[in-house]
Nanobody, 125 residues
């Protein structure tokens, strides 16, 4: 129904930057929210950023990461600056279908309906 394809991960030095992309296809008109989550080894998947028209960020990335959307391309981006080793994780794009309240922001992984395959981000010291 909805396909999410992520790209842009890689290896970068601390202090460097990466931009992740998530291209949505299929029944994209049903998407109300898109977000980014990440999962480090031995840790649970955690919220990073959300685009719902407005944007919301985890405290750990606020001021360093920026989520944006190109509606014409059905693509969401995550610009990651000033990367730290603790940012190392598999980053996942997620989409939530329209419905329900837009507030509070959806920061739980079980609130999303579709997921990308994940892209590895590794930040070296």
């Amino acid at each position: 129904q909805v396909q999410l394809v992520e790209s842009g991960g890689g290896l970068v030095q601390a202090g460097g930057s990466l931009r992740l992309s998530c291209a949505a296809s299929g029944r994209t008109f049903n998407i109300g929210t898109m977000g980014w989550f990440r999962q480090a080894p031995e840790k649970e998947r955690e919220f990073v950023a959300i685009w719902t028209g407005s944007t919301f960020y985890a405290d750990s990335v606020k001021g360093r990461f920026t989520i944006s959307r190109d509606n014409a391309k059905n693509t969401v981006y995550l610009q990651m600056n000033s990367l730290k080793p603790e940012d190392t994780a598999v980053y996942y794009c997620a989409a939530r279908l329209r419905g329900g309240s837009s507030w509070p922001p959806k920061t739980r992984d079980d609130q999303y309906d579709y997921w990308g395959q994940g892209t590895q981000v590794t930040v070296s010291s």
